[in-house]
């Protein structure tokens, strides 16, 4: 069993920067591939972006690539989404997600174990 926290969201203008946290419980974190989702009123649960257990492999959203970055602290375990550039279409409620597996993946579907509760992005304009 996972629990994740998310955190980090908050009110930005366009063009600023914010970092999302993601802390998950337990000891096999590095077991664990890792995603961040978004969510926007009135829309579909979308990808952001994934990594695979170790960091070593990462896969982004086309809308997102260039201006967001994830990485992971196995040691800590929590897994993190730098946002640069954002956009007011970037506005939506934030969710990490992990998914336990034997073997290193990128899990870019929403076929993950475990969700965190959500943390809110708002971009002015």
């Known amino acids: 069993q996972v629990q994740l926290v998310d955190s980090g969201g908050g009110l930005v203008q366009a063009g600023d920067s914010l970092r999302l946290s993601c802390a998950a419980s337990?000891?096999?974190?590095?077991?664990?591939?890792m995603g961040w989702f978004r969510q926007a009123p009135g829309k579909e649960r979308e990808f952001v972006a994934a990594i695979s257990q170790g960091g070593g492999s990462t896969e982004y959203a086309d809308s997102v690539k260039g201006r967001f970055t994830i990485s992971r602290d196995n040691a800590k375990n929590t897994v993190y989404l730098q946002m640069n550039s954002l956009k007011p279409e970037d506005t939506a409620v934030y969710y990490c997600?992990?998914?336990?597996?034997?073997?290193?993946?990128?899990?870019?579907?929403?076929?993950?174990?475990?969700w965190g509760q959500g943390t809110q992005v708002t971009v002015s304009s």
């Open positions: 997600a992990a998914r336990y597996s034997t073997l290193p993946v990128v899990v870019t579907t929403t076929r993950y174990n475990y």
């Open positions: 337990g000891r096999t974190f590095s077991s664990y591939a």
